[in-house]
């Protein structure tokens, strides 16, 4: 069965890999706004009877979710034999609890509506917070993989380097890539004051004297704890660190502001950034391949 390769807005150099990597023919979409703010999209190949595959990341999901279920909504209608959505990054898993009287639980109605659209899914590394597994809201068969060993296989000559986890939600990484690269590492401990204030405290770090830290995290998105962890850094006599994360997100421009704190980036290319250094390619397409054999 033919297999079709389609970038939605996907990382130029995960596109290519994933298409070598599972044999798929890719078929390219248009797409632009008219006037008025609506989505023009227009595929350059037919689908029928293929397997589509949809690479798309959600990391600005009110922008992208529109126009990616035009389009699988469009493969269904010209008789695709499955559709499947690869989506390295994976939003609105924020909201998976009703804190307050009134707050919809975005994280399972997101992912009631992809449900319904797809055969299946890929992604790396989700927000699994209060949730053991993605299929505990989503009805499709789910992959998720972890970038771990390529934050560590980064780490692996840097012998003069200690790692540092910003919170305690973070300690899963650092602990995991400390082990693998066999470098030290600590974790703060942080208080969040808001969207856009968070404080943060660290530990004593009279053992690193002469270790070059690097912050460690799965997203940075508003690059406020990252911040706050750099100037507790700075103000303990370290300096030249480095932010390595799986996801990029970089929101309201974070990523000018901790170049401007002296921090160097290095991401993976879940998200399309200037910082990509980590290739996540090798981990989707085993992934991928599976499920497309295993499609009825």
């Known amino acids: 069965m033919p297999r079709v390769l389609i970038n939605l807005n996907g990382a130029a150099s995960v596109a290519q890999g994933l298409g070598r990597g599972i044999d798929a ?3 390219d979409l248009e797409t632009r706004h008219f006037p008025d703010g609506e989505h023009y999209l227009r595929l350059a190949g037919p689908l029928r009877g293929a397997d589509v595959i949809v690479l798309c ?11 990616l279920l035009l389009l699988a909504a469009e493969a269904r209608e010209q008789g695709a034999a499955s559709i499947g959505l690869v989506a390295p990054y994976l939003s609105y898993m924020r909201q998976d609890k009703r804190f307050h009287a009134g707050e919809i639980v975005t994280s399972r109605h997101f992912a009631q509506l992809l449900s319904q659209h797809f055969d299946w899914l890929v992604t790396v590394d989700p927000h699994l917070h209060r949730y053991h597994a993605l299929e ?5 068969p789910c992959r998720v993989l972890h970038a771990a060993a390529l934050l560590g296989e980064w780490l692996t000559d840097s012998n003069d380097v200690f790692l540092v986890g910003p919170d305690a939600e973070s300690e899963q990484w650092v602990s995991a890539m400390g082990r693998h690269a066999g470098l030290p ?3 703060a401990s942080k208080q969040r004051l808001g969207d856009h204030s968070v ?8 053992a690193m004297a002469g270790r070059r830290p690097v912050l460690v995290d799965d997203v940075i998105s508003s690059g406020m704890t990252m911040l706050r ?3 507790g850094l700075a103000e303990a006599g370290f300096s030249a660190s480095t932010c390595l994360c799986i996801h990029g997100l970089f929101a309201e421009s974070s990523d000018a502001l901790l170049a401007q704190a002296g921090a160097t980036l290095v991401s993976c290319n879940t998200i399309a950034h200037a910082s990509n250094r980590l290739d996540i390619t090798g981990l989707l397409v085993p992934a991928v391949a599976e499920l497309l054999a295993t499609d009825p």
């Open 185 to 187: 590492w600590v974790t």
């Open 229 to 231: 962890t750099l100037e």
């Open 25 to 27: 023919q890719t078929v």
């Open 57 to 67: 990341g959600l990391e600005q999901p009110d922008q992208h979710l529109l126009p």
């Open 136 to 140: 505990q809201i989503y009805s499709i």
């Open 199 to 206: 404080q943060v405290t660290l530990p004593d770090l009279a």
